[in-house]
């Protein structure tokens, strides 16, 4: 299994802009799909962006598509969320996780590793 602690949430104001970063340890990283999901109060968690193993397949959900961009940098064991123009409703809880598959996927079951989560807050 794959380690992951995420950071970079916090509180903003609609418009603003916020990076999400996820640090993995483990020798499966390199060759795993990695995604970010989220989960706000009430609702069931959902994949918002996921990248493949070498990132040449990329998800984005419809909600976030056009404003967030997901990367990894493979070499520094990491994965990212750069997250543009947000939205009171993009307010949730954001996880890092990584998959069984090399492919990008959007099934949770999919995922084996589980970051703790970090607080996105977005004010309107």
């Known amino acids: 299994q794959v380690q992951l602690v995420e950071s970079g949430g916090g509180w903003v104001q609609a418009g603003d802009s916020l990076r999400l970063s996820c640090a993995a340890s483990?020798?499966?990283?390199?060759?795993?799909?990695m995604a970010w999901f989220r989960q706000a109060p009430g609702k069931e968690r959902e994949c918002i962006a996921a990248?493949?193993?070498?990132?040449?397949?990329?998800y984005y959900s419809d909600s976030v598509k056009g404003r967030f961009t997901i990367s990894r940098d493979n070499a520094k064991n990491s994965v990212y969320l750069q997250m543009r123009n947000l939205k009171p409703e993009d307010t949730a809880v954001y996880y890092c996780?990584?998959?069984?598959?090399?492919?990008?996927?959007?099934?949770?079951?999919?995922?084996?590793?589980w970051g703790q989560g970090t607080q996105v807050t977005v004010s309107s």
């Open positions: 996780a990584a998959s069984y598959y090399r492919r990008a996927n959007i099934r949770a079951d999919d995922y084996n590793s």
């Open positions: 483990g020798h499966t990283f390199n060759n795993s799909a």
């Open positions: 990248i493949g193993w070498s990132a040449a397949n990329i």
